[in-house]
């Protein structure tokens, strides 16, 4: 008999208790806006941005209205221009380009490893295009993050990092955000804490925190936040710098703030699941595991393994016989964009010149995500299925 799993890929845990009771507060107050304070009061989302802040070691956090606009805010506050290129990641998700589309920025994509990460030999080779990087680090991977610094310190490249899999994760130890001008992350229901929609950009430079507040919509109240820059850095550009409105609401930040406190032990749960899965998926004939570098400290809220020079069809057949036994993959070489998944020549506003060493590496992503609903037994059983049905199509072929 072959076994199924019945679990779903799509189901978070519940918002802690603590979360909801502190909701309930904001609620019956009434006072959801961020603005709205009562007497002597400090806000739900000022308050959590001081806790952000901490987390990070940032000096200046700002909490809005999802990561997508925290990275559409960091692009402006940093001064990128309609016209102006921006070097991304050719692997990634569509908010990343759709963020650079929306300042009237054109996205250069860079090209991705069998490591999952960006191809810092391209990135180098296309150093002279653009002086702002959008560095996505998708799915969690961390690339070698000194080097990347060197190539864009010497190319005058300023960074913005897209942490939406990365709240929590660290290079040699230093948190995922903290190494670029900027770094941004999203707290939709799929990423690291659930607030629904929502994000952070964190930075130490007082100018562009003091211009991502005005830009995200604080009107002249920008003291009544908490980890924001001094009066007298607003005084400089609160003329120049358009309301962009895109904040976080008192609601959401009051869900956050508990969850940001369980966020390192989470962190050890998402990572006990993907070991478990990793390690019944290593060894697996015709698979290759996606080895992690030591100095990176992941996140593993989703895994994924490569199907390396596999055909189309023998992929698709992997993963209709995995669906067939309740595991949901995901695959990056589809042509046609799907669900959350689509590649970099699907974004056509965007125009990209072909990447042959990335397109095979795309056409191999296979991609699972990891709630932390599943039990390390259900890890268990998903990664024997995998490993079964992998197995038997190689074979085949
Ligand atoms: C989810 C996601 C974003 C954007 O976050 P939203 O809060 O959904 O706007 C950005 N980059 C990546 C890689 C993501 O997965």
């Known amino acids: 008999m072959t076994t199924r799993f019945t679990g779903s890929f799509t189901q978070q845990e519940a918002i802690p208790d603590e979360g909801i009771a502190a909701a309930m507060a904001v609620l019956r107050g009434g006072r959801l806006h961020r603005y709205n304070v009562a007497e002597g009061e400090l806000s739900e989302a000022a308050?959590?941005?001081?806790?952000?802040?901490?987390?990070?070691?940032a000096k200046y956090a700002l909490a809005v209205?999802?990561?997508g606009y925290a990275m559409g805010c960091a692009l402006r506050a940093i001064g990128v221009k309609p016209g102006d290129r921006v070097l991304t990641n050719a692997f990634t998700l569509a908010p990343v380009p759709g963020a650079i589309a929306a300042v009237g920025a054109v996205p250069v994509f860079v090209g991705v490893t069998e490591g999952l990460v960006i191809d810092l030999d391209d990135l180098e080779a296309k150093a002279g295009a653009a002086s702002v990087l959008m560095l996505s680090h998708m799915r969690g991977h961390l690339c070698d993050m000194d080097r990347l610094m060197a190539i864009c310190d010497a190319h005058g490249i300023t960074?913005?990092?897209?942490?939406?899999?990365?709240?929590?994760?660290?290079?040699?130890?230093?948190?995922s955000g903290r190494q670029g001008a900027v770094g941004c992350y999203s707290?939709?229901?799929?990423?690291?804490?659930?607030s629904g929609e929502g994000g952070f950009l964190v930075t130490d430079d007082e100018e562009i925190a003091a211009r991502a507040v005005m830009l995200s919509?604080?009107?002249?109240l920008y003291e009544r936040h908490l980890a924001a820059p001094g009066p007298e850095v607003f005084e400089r550009i609160k003329y120049e710098t358009p309301n962009v409105s895109g904040r976080m609401d008192n609601l959401r930040a009051a869900i956050l703030r508990p969850q940001l406190r369980a966020l390192p032990e989470q962190v050890a749960r998402w990572n006990d699941r993907y070991r478990v899965?990793?390690?019944?998926?290593?060894?697996t004939p015709g698979l290759t595991v996606v080895e992690r570098p030591e100095e990176e400290t992941y996140v593993g809220s989703s895994i994924q393994f490569l199907l390396l020079d596999w055909s189309a069809e023998g992929v698709q057949s992997v993963l209709s016989r995995c669906a067939?036994?309740?595991?949901?993959?995901?695959?990056f070489g589809g042509a046609e964009p799907a669900g959350f998944t689509s590649r970099y020549d699907s974004w056509r506003y965007a125009p990209s010149e072909p990447l042959p060493a990335s397109d095979r590496v795309l056409r191999g992503i296979v991609d699972m995500r990891l709630p932390l609903t599943f039990s390390l037994d259900d890890c268990a059983l998903i990664a024997g299925i995998i490993r079964d049905e992998v197995g038997a199509v190689f074979q085949a072929g």
């Open 47 to 57: 308050l959590l941005e001081q806790e952000f802040a901490a987390f990070t070691g």
């Open 65 to 67: 209205a999802s990561g």
């Open 159 to 175: 960074v913005i990092e897209d942490c939406a899999h990365t709240m929590g994760a660290a290079w040699k130890g230093v948190p």
């Open 187 to 194: 707290t939709q229901t799929y990423k690291h804490m659930n």
């Open 217 to 220: 919509g604080s009107y002249m």
């Open 277 to 283: 899965v990793e390690d019944g998926l290593r060894g």
């Open 324 to 331: 067939a036994r309740g595991v949901e993959l995901k695959w």
